[in-house]
């Protein structure tokens, strides 16, 4: 039975003249579990507010949204705000209390629930998403993690019918993300919940939703179970495909797609047994089809010597004896946990920041140059701390202000990155992938020699991770240096010459990526958790098709 | 816990109403001074010196601006400084800019202090169910003014490394911490939308809302609305009866010596100003007397 039935919806911002919702036509049956997947931009967000009618944006509706039989603009507003829960990609702002449990009753004080019953019910929902030890913790003190279990947990304690997720766990790190994503399939199969998300969480949604629905410009192009949806020849499904079931497709495997790495293994494992000889000489990586340093002889451009810094005097100390080299050409990536210092060594290798001891080098001298052009540029996590103008246009000019070829390099740098559409667009209004190719853009006319980013592919959907990914790469290829912080470990896999975790204090594990990759066992790809002893070294999910298409010629 | 999470929140609401009025309304140079140095204690109690002092280039710049804005559009005055385009800059305009500068730092510190006294739960818990777009909307502006100085921090850090908003000469590096200064306010107000919708989609404003648990109430609430009442009279009669008002067009130096209404505007006002450092105070001398005989 359908709880939701969208048909013909179609919307309009007011004011614009493209419609953002074209026709959607959906239905969701009771305790379904909806993974949406598309670009940014394509619509996603728009469609989940506009199914929670407290957060409907304003504009032109035709079509019609029912709930249950009932439609949505009818219901009572008491209905509306307990039926259907919202939670939003940034843990910070959706907050509205100060601490854990008056955060999770507000929503029952506001629904006007019997003031003896609250207590009880926050007590309950805790407990089941399992921070009931945060009770009384102030929201400003939690991880973001936690903060978004507490968003869950205070659209939850309504008892909703229906939990909308707009790309929920874009901002959280591999543990945390993991961690939601478990208590979100809890609240769907234990407490059965119908659960929409709209995310590019893929890799770890696709073996446990029901169906994946692909949007593109305003419309649902297909609405499929995972495995049908793997089979499908669409190419425009390819990019939105998870590392094991596109392994499975770029080597044309048997009728069932695998979804999860166990699914992936046993395929793997029965359909192309490994050579008894071969066996042993796969175990290590394989040193003749590492990357070379691109470089690697030549100068450091940034090093940082015994680096330590803390914030305060009484703060315990963030970096300790802490010290790397980027090289020219070379893309390093410094993975880690949320919080242990990945942004605070940005910081200090862009000068923002000053070592308490030990020191920072910029082309062989101490410290760094204050200006930005032809020398260091920073990304900061929220690329809108960047935008000061009302326009791309103005934003793009800023940056070239009073250099005599400035219009030309604008042109480039933004027919490179796909902003042509958004010229006149106001940069609050771009989508989170748009804001960021937006501040790299603003980073690029400046035709620096290092780039430092923090997370550029938080909120990037597939085909805008690929797009940055050949940027960067092209960036590297001419000399240009790049240290990137991220969680990402399928982007820092396919992208990074070296990379290293940050962890006490200090970049630890320090190597080149497929051996940092294949040496550890948890914090690594799907690709490698996926090919691990089955095939020779693959990190990412074209080594692995490729290594697999190697084993068939073989074999056969 | 603090003195003020004892109290009423509307005994809290009321103090710091009184004390917003009071110096939004003083215009006597030393009244208005006396109330900046309460604003800085009360804040420097609550937060901390280190803290504080954090805060002290965006007051000042605040404060420049303030000055400056006055200084090039009042063009009022005896004592002229000098002609720019043909108009006159006048000691008096600058004189009353700092005064204005000073008058809004210390709302701006209140606000803060009231921030702290009465988080966001206590506000919304005092007005949400009545007035919930009054709750809200104080909510919304008081509650993003801890958070402007961090976040500033941030823009300038960022803008600063993309090198553009380093320009050369005073003018160019005003311009840029305009620039700043509109950011911030433009990320603020869209992080107070999305808290705002945060609320709303779950049923913020519905009538009938409840509460989880009753507010204090007890007769400490009722003797502070009493001493409080005591004091405002004397504070606001100046107010109402225009004496000892200050002008700074034509500046009168003989109106620096405070006449009577004056003096007992500027007691009760300081008065009124220090109470909640008092109570704090005391709070914390009872913590140290409790340790001492554990």
Redesign the interface.
């Known amino acids: 039975m359908a709880i939701l039935t969208v048909s013909d919806l179609t919307f309009t911002y007011k004011g614009a003249t493209i419609p953002a919702l074209d026709g959607c036509s959906l239905s969701v049956g009771e305790g379904e579990f909806l993974l949406i997947v598309g670009r940014s931009g394509c619509g996603k967000t728009t469609l989940l507010r506009r199914l ?1 009618p ?2 409907a944006p304003y504009g032109e509706t035709t079509g019609s949204v029912l709930l249950d039989g009932t439609e949505l603009d009818r219901l009572p ?2 209905d509306a ?2 039926l259907i ?2 939670v ?1 990609q ?1 843990p ?8 854990v449990q ?1 955060e999770i ?11 003896a019953e ?2 009880g019910r ?1 007590a309950e929902t805790a407990d089941f998403l399992g921070i009931a030890p945060l009770a009384s913790r102030k929201i400003s003190e939690l991880s973001g993690g936690e903060k978004q279990l507490v968003n869950l947990a ?2 939850l304690v ?1 008892r909703p019918r229906l939990l909308l997720f707009d790309e929920p766990v874009t901002r959280l790190d591999p543990p945390a993300k993991l961690r939601f994503l478990s208590a979100i399939r809890r609240v769907n199969e234990e407490a059965g919940v119908t659960v929409i998300l709209a995310g590019h969480d893929a890799e770890e949604l696709f073996p446990i939703v029901d169906r994946v629905a692909l949007m593109d410009a305003g419309r649902i192009v297909s609405v499929l179970p995972p495995r049908a949806f793997a089979r499908s020849d669409d190419p425009a499904v390819r990019p939105f495909l998870p590392t094991v079931p596109r392994v499975w497709t770029g080597v044309k495997g048997g009728d069932e797609p695998p979804l999860s790495v166990r699914e992936g293994r046993a395929w793997i494992a029965s359909e192309y047994p490994a050579p008894k000889r071969e066996a042993a000489a796969d175990g290590g990586p394989d040193a003749s089809a590492l990357p070379g340093k691109r470089g690697g002889d030549s100068a450091p451009l940034l090093t940082a010597n015994g680096v330590w810094f803390r914030y ?1 005097r009484n703060d315990p100390d963030v970096a300790k004896n802490l010290s790397c080299s980027l090289f020219p050409g070379e893309i390093l990536s410094v993975l880690g946990p949320n919080g242990a210092g990945k942004t605070t060594l940005l ?1 200090l290798f ?3 920041l000053r070592p308490v001891a030990g020191s920072v080098r910029y082309d062989g001298k101490k410290g760094i140059p ?4 032809g ?4 990304l ?1 996590q ?1 690329p ?5 103008h009302d326009s791309v246009r103005e934003e793009l000019y ?2 070239t ?1 009073g250099s005599p070829d400035g219009d030309e390099a604008i042109e480039t740098i933004v027919s490179r990155l796909a902003l042509d559409g958004h010229l006149d667009a106001h940069p ?1 209004d771009l989508s989170g992938g748009e804001q960021t190719r937006l501040a790299l853009a ?2 690029l006319l ?1 035709s620096p020699r290092v780039l430092l980013l923090d997370e550029p592919t938080a909120g990037l959907d597939p085909i805008a991770r690929g797009e940055v990914r050949s940027i960067l790469r092209e960036l590297g290829a001419n000399g240009c240096g790049i240290l990137i912080a991220t969680h990402d470990l399928s982007f820092a896999a396919e992208i990074s010459d070296r990379c290293a975790m940050f962890w006490n204090g200090a970049l630890t594990a320090l190597s080149d990526s497929r051996r940092f990759f294949s040496g550890n066992r948890f914090y690594t790809t799907q690709a490698a958790r996926l090919t691990r002893d089955l095939l020779p070294l693959s990190v990412t999910a074209d080594e692995a098709i490729a290594a697999l298409q190697r084993r068939k010629e073989g074999v056969e | 816990m603090t003195y003020a999470d004892r109290l009423h929140p509307l005994t809290v609401f009321a103090y710091y109403l009184a004390i917003l009025v009071l110096t939004m309304t003083a215009t006597h140079p030393f009244a208005l001074l006396s109330l900046f140095v309460c604003s800085v204690l009360l804040r420097c109690v609550q937060i901390g010196l280190k803290r504080m002092l954090a805060g002290v280039p965006l007051a000042l710049l605040l404060l420049l601006a303030v000055t400056a804005l006055n200084l090039f559009l009042v063009h009022r005055g005896a004592k002229v400084l000098f002609f720019l385009n043909g108009k006159p800059v006048t000691l008096e305009a600058g004189l009353a800019g700092v005064s204005s500068g000073v008058m809004i730092l210390s709302v701006i510190l209140f606000c803060a202090c009231l921030s702290r006294s009465l988080p966001g739960d206590r506000m919304i818990s005092l007005f949400g169910g009545r007035l919930p777009r009054l709750a809200l909307l104080l909510r919304m502006t008081i509650g993003f003014l801890p958070r402007f100085g961090r976040r500033y921090r941030e823009i300038t850090d960022a803008r600063g490394a993309l090198g553009v908003a380093r320009g050369r000469g005073a003018l160019a590096k005003l311009r840029a911490r305009l620039f700043d200064l509109s950011i911030l306010l433009t990320l603020s107000l869209e992080e107070s939308m999305d808290q705002a919708d945060g609320m709303r989609a779950r049923g913020y404003g519905l009538p009938g809302a409840t509460r989880a648990s009753a507010e204090p109430r007890s007769a400490r609430d009722a003797w502070l609305a009493v001493i409080l009442v005591l004091l405002l009279v004397p504070a606001l009669v100046p107010l109402f009866s225009g004496q000892g008002e200050w002008n700074w067009y034509p500046l009168d130096r003989s109106a620096l010596v405070p006449d009577l209404s004056l003096a007992l505007f500027f007691f009760a006002g300081t008065a009124i100003a220090l109470l909640p450092i008092l109570l704090e105070g005391k709070e914390s001398l009872k913590w140290l007397y409790l340790r001492s005989r554990i």
């Open positions: 929670k407290a957060l507003p008491r705000a307990t829960g919202f939003g940034d910070e702002r959706q907050t509205v209390s100060d601490t008056s009753a507000f929503g029952l004080e506001s629904s006007g629930a019997d003031p609250i207590s926050v205070s659209a309504l305060g910081k862009a000068g923002i204050k200006t930005g052009r020398g260091i540029a920073y900061p929220n809108a701390l960047l935008f000061a800023e940056m202000a609050y603003k980073l400046l």
